[in-house]
């Protein structure tokens, strides 16, 4: 694993590096972040020409931005990337505007994205890789928080890589919260979240942020918060509450959310990612069931 430092932030956004004969990196992370993951490689003695793939777990900003820039410095990888994702990977023109727009001040601090050489993008949803030495690595279509998110579950470790699939885990306060922007799917995100289960993974490798263990028991909390906050979304949407009321039974129902909120608002990334948007991603759900 290698902390990208994104915008000087710790424990924000992670690459991993997977080496079997062959190097695979999880995760490009954002253009800013390029050569602090650079320097992550050199130190764990990666050969730049001996990656072989980037698998980018999605094109947001923070995930799969940087891969244009990485790649001009490793000239024989390729990017795995779902079909729906590629061509924002090729032409980030649009992927740039609207994320300035969603997320403001932060996109800056992700930087802008280079285009990515057709080329040298495999669009995939599913289907696997030998990485040798006995290894394999899985490519699962995880959609949900976006409609292009890829999972990556490998043998070595029987880990899986979810990109923003499983949550964005807080290893200092051990809680998971929603990782559900609009334009978000639940119904989509839940049977995301069954595949991963039925893999039976022992180790979940999280973008946001780090390595955690019981897996599967994570898998299905995650589950049930959200469905918590869908219910309660719904419920909200039904009743004609406000916005701000939604929000607020969602920190007194979800003990996690309710711990962590001080954090989260006080926090320059995670005020604008991880409050409102999450939420907003919910009620804007739950109005196309209503
Ligand atoms: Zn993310």
Redesign the pocket.
Same mark, same amino acid.
């Given at each position: 694993m290698i902390d990208l430092e994104t915008g000087g932030f710790r424990n924000l956004?992670c690459s991993y590096v997977l080496k079997g004969d062959k190097i695979i990196l999880v995760e490009s992370g954002p253009t800013s972040s390029v050569n602090t993951l650079v320097e992550g490689l050199k130190e764990l003695k990666v050969k730049f020409t001996d990656v072989e793939y980037v698998a980018v777990t #999605?094109v %947001?900003l923070? %995930?799969g931005g940087g891969a244009g820039s990485l790649l001009k410095l490793l000239p024989n990888a390729k990017v795995l990337v779902h079909p729906r994702g590629a061509p924002h990977l090729i032409d980030p023109t649009r992927l740039w505007e609207s994320s300035k727009s969603v997320l403001g001040r932060v996109s800056e601090i992700f930087g802008k994205p280079e285009p990515v050489p057709e080329e040298r993008i495999v669009p995939i949803a599913e289907g696997s890789f030998d990485l040798g030495g006995g290894g394999k690595i899985y490519v699962v279509e995880t959609v949900g #928080?976006a409609s292009h998110n890829l999972s990556f579950f490998e043998t070595f470790n029987v880990g899986v890589f979810p990109?923003?699939a499983a949550g =964005?885990y807080f290893s200092e306060f051990d809680y998971v919260i929603p =990782?559900s922007p609009p334009p978000f799917r639940l119904d989509a995100a839940l049977a995301s979240l069954d595949k991963l289960i039925s893999l039976k993974p022992a180790v979940l490798y999280y973008? %946001?942020f780090g390595k955690a263990s019981d897996a599967v028991k994570r898998l299905k909390d995650y589950k049930a918060q959200l469905q918590l906050w869908g219910r309660i979304a719904l419920e909200g949407v039904k009743e004609k509450r406000s916005f701000e009321q939604i929000c607020e039974r969602i920190l007194r129902e979800d003990a996690a959310m309710n711990r962590i909120a001080g954090y989260l608002s006080a926090h320059p990334v995670y005020s604008v990612?991880a409050l409102g948007n999450t939420v907003q991603g919910f009620v804007e759900y739950a109005k196309t069931l209503t």
């Open positions: 956004i #999605h %947001h923070d %995930h #928080h990109g923003d =964005t =990782t973008s %946001h990612t």
